[in-house]
């Protein structure tokens, strides 16, 4: 796994590896558009309390953190910082799953189908 942007990042902010900036920015690029951003957000849900929300964004909220990776901006909102602090957003591409990932040292716990956390 290849770490994209800086790798010496201090304690605040998301990771997003090179494979999840690539795979992004190709959607992006099906879709047309240069405005939007990549946004992560945790919201109350699933089975373990809170579910990841990863989706593309034209809004720029107060408190936003933004980091920019390889040309992809990445937004997380001030009440979801918190729980993604240090989280590694990748893209696995493989036999047995594709899509993106997310490694969150924050998380205690996560249900069965790892879809939500806690």
């Known amino acids: 796994m290849t770490v994209s942007g800086e790798t010496t990042q201090e304690t605040t ?12 920015k190709g959607l992006l690029e099906q879709e047309g558009r240069d405005d ?14 809170l579910i990841y929300q990863l989706f593309f964004d034209e809004r720029e909220m107060d ?4 980091q920019e990776f390889d040309g992809l901006a990445v937004r997380v909102d ?7 602090t240090g989280a590694t957003i990748d893209f696995v591409d493989s036999i047995e ?12 716990g996560s249900c069965a189908c790892g879809d939500s956390f806690n």
Not at 36 to 49: D, H, I, K, Y
Not at 97 to 108: M, V, Y
């Open 13 to 24: 902010g998301v990771i997003l590896t090179d494979a999840a900036a690539e795979k992004a």
């Open 63 to 66: 408190g936003d953190q933004i």
């Open 36 to 49: 939007l951003a990549l946004r992560v957000a945790v919201q109350p849900g699933g089975c373990s309390g």
């Open 78 to 84: 001030r009440m979801s910082a918190p729980y993604l």
């Open 97 to 108: 799953k594709q899509g993106f990932t997310i490694d969150n040292p924050n998380a205690s």
